[in-house]
């Protein structure tokens, strides 16, 4: 099954943060010319406050990319943000100890990270759960009747389901429908009723007498229910999910050629 991937310059990112532990193992015993192995001793013998920031802290890093929350977000910013100013303390202390080059690499890019988090296109993610495209709902092309009306006092309105997710439909209707209306809506399928109240939230004249509209459900809990079923059968039947992206390796694909060829994708877009 193909994944609806999160942007990948935060997955690579996060990636990159899952794997500062080996980084800094290897680096802390390139800058003080030690094995390995003594600075993994090291960073397990040193205290619980080197263990949080050599292991725990990129951890947590990675995960907060990953989650996309808003507490995430602090959380994420928090850590690093942290980091930069015990790097800037250690460095301080060092007294010579350490390569002033490679503590000053190490900080251009603690900032460069900080400041990428801060840009609108790679916060916004974090706050508006509108622009997580990998979250959307699976949406299934099909055919189906469908009856509307205003009100049960009114005569209920044929139309046609184009597409139909957990969350709304796409229809096409003869009958003029205005933005904002709010409408009974009744789908007959698997010989199954299927009700729930429902809002226009876009129209588009498609040509002629054909108009088609956009319904935003406004499920109580057994309409949500039974529609979530409902679209678990149409997805175990074969329908054809129109929000399905390419396959995971695909995509990445397609994102880095993106990135190489036009400088493109480095910060989250769909």
């Known amino acids: 099954m193909a994944?609806?991937?999160?942007?990948?310059?935060?997955?690579?990112?996060?990636?990159?943060?899952?794997l500062t532990p080996v980084v800094n193992l290897l680096f802390n015993a390139w800058i003080y010319r030690?094995?390995?192995?003594?600075?993994?001793?090291?960073?397990?013998?040193?205290?619980?406050?080197?263990?949080?920031?050599?292991?725990?802290?990129?951890?947590?890093?990675a995960f907060a990319i990953l989650r996309m929350?808003?507490?995430s977000y602090a959380l994420f910013v928090v850590a690093m943000l942290w980091m930069l100013g015990r790097h800037i303390f250690l460095w301080?202390?060092?007294q010579g100890t350490v390569s002033?080059?490679?503590?000053?690499?190490?900080?251009?890019?603690?900032?460069?990270?900080?400041?990428?988090?801060?840009?609108?296109?790679?916060?916004?993610?974090?706050?508006?759960?509108?622009?997580?495209?990998?979250?959307?709902?699976p949406r299934f092309e099909l055919l189906l009747p469908v009856l509307l009306r205003r009100?049960?006092?009114?005569?209920?309105?044929?139309?046609?389901i184009l597409n139909l997710s957990e969350g709304g439909c796409f229809i096409e209707c003869s009958e003029k429908l205005e933005s904002g209306d709010s409408l009974d809506v009744e789908i007959d399928v698997f010989?199954?009723?299927?009700?729930?109240?429902?809002?226009?939230?876009?129209?588009?004249?498609?040509?002629g007498e054909k108009r088609c509209y956009g319904i935003q459900f406004a499920h109580q809990a057994e309409?949500?229910?039974?529609?979530?079923?409902?679209?678990?059968?149409?997805?175990?039947?074969?329908?054809?999910?129109?929000?399905?992206?390419?396959?995971?390796?695909?995509?990445?694909?397609?994102?880095?050629?993106?990135?190489l060829t036009s400088g493109k994708g480095l910060t989250p877009s769909r």
């Not at 994944?3 to 899952?18: D, F, N, Y």
């Not at 129109?242 to 990445?252: G, L």
């Open 92 to 94: 301080s202390q060092s």
């Open 34 to 61: 030690v094995p390995v192995r003594l600075v993994f001793r090291w960073s397990w013998d040193n205290g619980w406050l080197t263990l949080m920031e050599f292991w725990v802290i990129p951890v947590l890093a």
């Open 151 to 160: 009100d049960p006092t009114t005569a209920w309105i044929k139309a046609t």
């Open 191 to 207: 010989s199954q009723k299927f009700e729930a109240r429902g809002k226009v939230v876009h129209a588009r004249e498609v040509s």
């Open 69 to 71: 929350r808003r507490w």
């Open 100 to 137: 002033t080059s490679a503590m000053i690499y190490v900080t251009v890019l603690q900032l460069a990270l900080v400041t990428y988090f801060l840009l609108p296109a790679v916060r916004t993610p974090f706050f508006d759960p509108r622009v997580r495209w990998w979250e959307t709902k």
């Open 223 to 259: 309409s949500l229910e039974r529609f979530q079923g409902l679209v678990s059968g149409l997805e175990a039947m074969g329908f054809r999910d129109r929000t399905r992206p390419a396959s995971f390796w695909e995509s990445f694909r397609d994102w880095l050629k993106t990135l």
């Open 3 to 18: 994944m609806r991937t999160r942007p990948w310059a935060l997955v690579v990112l996060a990636v990159i943060q899952l």
